[in-house]
């Protein structure tokens, strides 16, 4: 019992980073980008597209998923 009241706290926690992440790229980058031409928002969207991928942002993404599988 212990271990799945563990998980779900992981469980919760690895979620509200997650979703920390998507509000807080709402409400600060989406808006800034208005501001740019169409060759320069693509070229911002592939860097942030290549740099979100590293451990921390899959480890987070993966503990989500484990939980509700």
Same mark, same amino acid.
């Given at each position: 019992?212990?271990?799945?009241?563990?998980?779900?706290?992981?469980?919760?926690?690895? *979620?509200?980073?997650? %979703?920390?992440?998507?509000?807080?790229?709402? !409400?600060?980058?989406?808006?800034? $980008?208005?501001?740019?031409?169409?060759? *320069?928002?693509?070229? %911002?969207?592939?860097?942030?597209?290549?740099? !979100?991928?590293?451990?921390?942002? $899959?480890?987070?993404?993966?503990?989500?998923?484990?939980?509700?599988?």
């Amino acid at each position: 019992m212990k271990h799945k009241r563990v998980v779900l706290g992981v469980a919760v926690v690895m *979620t509200g980073l997650s %979703a920390g992440l998507f509000y807080a790229y709402a !409400i600060s980058v989406n808006p800034a $980008f208005r501001h740019l031409s169409d060759e *320069t928002y693509i070229a %911002a969207m592939q860097a942030i597209d290549r740099d !979100i991928q590293n451990p921390i942002f $899959f480890i987070s993404f993966l503990a989500r998923l484990y939980y509700y599988r």
